[in-house]
């Protein structure tokens, strides 16, 4: 489909226009990460803004809400990733998303023209002194969409570390989010997480202590391809397999991470 608009020879915004970006779902890792592209777009002289109230105040980027876009005309797109994209991999998640951007919106830009200089989601941080962090900040849920980014194991990693006097809190458990999450995370000496809204969330608070239980329903270098998280994985020749359902291989990616495994590599960075 044509846009309803033109743009002029190396024009990157209609006149007098910006481009109000959202995505199509309410996942909580989805509308925190556009906050990225809305960034980096910005860097390249593409005028756009985050469409996304629910929570426009746990990022720091361009904003509908901003004054520079009022009397503007707002363009809007809907992020989205290509499927082909998620089983061989050409771009990472977000150059996925930035190459499907310029396309849609006949914008003469390559992508490799376009340097994604964040490292992490930039997030607004708020100080709560009553927090103190502990050893092992955790989360021990993925989101809706698959079981299989779940890990079976966390209450025998749990146990493993009372035994070992190595202190952490289950984020997920307890229900901890936004900013009280992110003191957590950013005071604690690990963050061991999963493949997740929340791990996207904690990414700038992560550098040498974040750990992702990998599994095999998303490649890791595509999703995670710009923060500093390291990986704890078993590799499967099924993986990606962006499944839901139907596993037929009882989720050995995730079943065969023992969580002695787990707990000799996170308690080698407590040293």
Not at 24 to 37: K, L, N, P, R
Not at 122 to 146: F, L
Not at 162 to 178: A, M, P, R, T
């Amino acid at each position: 489909m044509k846009a309803a608009y033109s743009l002029a020879d190396n024009e990157t915004t209609p006149h007098n226009s910006f481009y109000k970006i959202s995505w199509g779902g309410e996942g909580f890792g989805d509308q925190i990460t556009a906050s990225v592209v809305v960034q980096t777009l910005n860097d390249h002289g593409i005028q756009c803004a985050l469409n996304s109230p629910s929570i426009a105040h746990l990022v720091k980027c361009p904003k509908i809400t901003d004054r520079r876009f009022a009397g503007l005309t707002p363009i809007p797109h809907r992020l989205n990733r290509t499927m082909e994209n998620l089983y061989n991999p050409k771009y990472n998640f977000y150059t996925d998303l930035i190459h499907h951007f310029l396309k849609n919106k006949n914008i003469n830009l390559k992508i490799q023209d376009i340097n994604i200089t964040l490292d992490h989601v930039p997030v607004t941080y708020k100080e709560i002194p009553s927090i103190n962090g502990v050893d092992v900040a955790m989360v021990t849920k993925s989101g809706w969409w698959t079981p299989y980014r779940d890990w079976p194991y966390f209450n025998e990693l749990k146990a493993l570390l009372k035994k070992k006097g190595v202190s952490y809190i289950d984020l997920s458990e307890k229900k901890i989010k936004s900013f009280e999450f992110l003191n957590y995370v950013k005071k604690s000496k690990i963050y061991l997480g999963l493949e997740t809204g929340a791990s996207h969330y904690a990414s700038a608070f992560i550098k040498n202590k974040g750990f992702i239980i990998q599994s095999g329903f998303c490649d890791f270098n595509y999703w995670a391809a710009i923060y500093n998280y390291k990986k704890i994985e078993y590799p499967v020749s099924c993986s990606p397999c962006m499944r839901r359902s139907g596993c037929e291989h009882e989720h050995k990616c995730m079943t065969e991470i023992s969580p002695d495994l787990v707990l000799k590599t996170i308690t080698k960075h407590l040293c």
